[in-house]
């Protein structure tokens, strides 16, 4: 944990599959947006992860990454708050990959859900590659290169967090327990002055004999604090609350993306394969174009007819868009014959219009200016390996691997 506070750490990672839609800035983006201002937060386009799958098609990749890029700018993530960075720019994954994979049983990797489902969903791809199998350790490496405490993602992504977890804890297990771990510790108790040593010593046994998730949040603020304590002692007393050896890749959380409420314009969840998306940067003539086009109640076919707005995808767009004077509007109207499904459209269509001006205002700025994109993708580099090349430096010498 050396000098980095992991439960502010936040990591997360894209594949980059092209440009994004409304649904990922209602979903992913603005909940990145947020915690940007509340950790310090690593951002990352996973380029190798998109790799494991279209190892055979990579053409599409690079494009991607830099529209991917530019809809992240433009949804307001700010590369002054967070990092933003390349997995392929940042080699330090591979090796700690490398690294992991030395303690990584097949059996857990074969058991992730997501591989037997992925194969089997995208059938028509060989996905028989140690590359392919090894797609959550790769990513366990994203994240414990980070020492990330949180890790914004969506449901399906869970059981990677988990592989994870169980990874972290069977690094920590073989490799934190140096000879005369305990004597260490207990050293390293009184280093810190009487009267802190006696706090630590209670909090400890709350924590271990009762559980007191509290004693323990109180333990690591407390070792926190301290001045006069080795950056060593201090991974050694934090583990040492919790029985074990030292931590060196602490365990991180799902931080569960909220499900997006985005429908699409089928009435679906907006997603890219039911081709019902309306783009993050789309311009506003092509926003009223498909909004206008959208089915709406089959059973109102005149304008005469009465609709049922809860068989209207449209009425599903106003419970993300409207307020509820619209919706009234909108309830009554539908059901009286008394507007248009045009007339209906035009609020959603005002709103949407709305919501992306400073959008497309920002992207403007870097979509004009890729040498812009390119610096701040340069300098989000450079940071993030400073941070992984200090996990590397642990890592490495507790393998046995410090000799230089
Ligand atoms: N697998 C993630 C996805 O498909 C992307 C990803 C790669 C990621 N590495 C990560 C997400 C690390 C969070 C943390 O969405
Ligand atoms: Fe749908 Fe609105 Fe037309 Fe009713 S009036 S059918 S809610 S588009």
Not at 163 to 182: C, D, S
Not at 192 to 204: E, T
Request: glycine share 8%; with cysteine; proline share 5%.
């Amino acid at each position: 944990m050396s000098s980095v506070d992991s439960q502010q750490r936040v990591l997360s990672g894209m594949r980059p599959t092209g440009k994004l839609h409304l649904g990922h800035y209602h979903g992913v983006l603005k909940n990145w947006v947020k915690l940007q201002h509340e950790f310090e937060c690593f951002f990352f386009v996973a380029d190798w992860h998109a790799l494991t799958t279209n190892y055979d098609d990579p053409s599409m990749i690079e494009s991607s990454v830099w529209d991917m890029v530019i809809d992240w700018l433009a949804a307001g993530v700010n590369p002054g708050s967070a990092t933003l960075f390349i997995q392929s720019r940042v080699p330090e994954h591979a090796e700690l990959h490398l690294l992991l994979s030395m303690i990584t049983p097949l059996g857990w990797l074969e058991r992730v859900p997501t591989y037997k489902d992925q194969i089997e969903k995208l059938r028509e791809k060989d996905l028989a590659t140690y590359g392919f199998l090894g797609y959550p350790l790769l990513q366990s490496a994203d994240i414990l290169m980070y020492r990330a405490g949180r890790v914004p993602v969506g449901a399906d992504q869970v059981s990677h967090i988990e592989i994870t977890r169980e990874l972290a804890r069977r690094f920590n297990h073989i490799y934190g327990r140096e000879p005369g771990f305990e004597a260490q510790a207990e050293g390293a108790i009184v280093k810190m002055g009487k009267k802190n040593a006696k706090l630590y010593r209670a909090l400890k046994r709350r924590y271990q004999e009762e559980g007191d998730m509290e004693a323990l949040e109180t333990a690591r603020a407390l070792l926190k604090e301290q001045q006069n304590i080795s950056l060593g002692d201090r991974e050694r007393l934090y583990g040492y609350i919790e029985g074990g050896g030292k931590i060196i890749l602490p365990e991180p959380q799902a931080l569960l993306t909220p499900e997006s409420k985005m429908p699409g314009l089928d009435g679906h969840k907006m997603s890219k394969s039911y081709n019902n998306t309306i783009g993050l940067r789309e311009d506003p003539d092509t926003v009223a174009q498909k909004i206008r086009t959208m089915q709406t109640d089959p059973q109102r076919v005149r304008r005469t007819d009465p609709g049922e707005p809860e068989k209207c995808p449209v009425w599903d767009l106003h419970k993300v868009y409207s307020d509820d004077d619209v919706q009234q509007w909108v309830q009554t109207g539908c059901r009286s014959a008394g507007i248009g499904c045009l007339d209906c459209k035009k609020p959603i269509i005002d709103a949407i219009v709305e919501e992306q001006k400073p959008i497309h205002e920002r992207a403007r700025e870097y979509e004009s200016n890729p040498d812009l994109v390119r610096s701040i993708i340069d300098e989000g580099c450079e940071q993030a390996r400073d941070a992984a090349r200090d996990t590397l430096d642990e890592v490495r010498s507790a393998m046995g691997l410090g000799y230089r």
